[in-house]
C-alpha cells in the first residue's frame, strides 16, 4: 500500500511540474476567444434585417463580375 501512495504521489508531482499540456490549452483557449468573436459578429451581421446575406451577395458578385459596387 505504501508503494502506491508513492508512486502516485510522484506520478502526481511530475504531472504538477509537466508544461507541455500548457501550449495545447493556450491554443484552446485561443481558438475558444475567436469562435465566441466570430460568432458574436455573424449574429450582429444577421441581425440587421438580413445584412450579412447581402454582403456575402456583394462579395460574390465583386469576386465573378467586373461589376464591384
Known amino acids: 500500500m505504501n508503494q502506491f501512495i508513492a ?21 484552446a ?3 475558444a476567444v475567436v469562435s465566441i468573436a466570430l460568432v458574436i459578429a455573424l449574429n450582429a451581421l ?3 434585417g438580413g445584412g450579412f ?9 465583386c469576386l465573378t463580375t467586373a461589376n464591384c459596387t
Open 7 to 27: 508512486r502516485t504521489r510522484n506520478f502526481l508531482s511530475s504531472f504538477a511540474r509537466d508544461e507541455e499540456g500548457a501550449q495545447v490549452i493556450e491554443y
Open 29 to 31: 483557449l485561443i481558438i
Open 46 to 48: 444577421t441581425s440587421n
Open 53 to 61: 446575406g447581402t454582403f456575402i451577395t456583394r462579395v460574390t458578385t
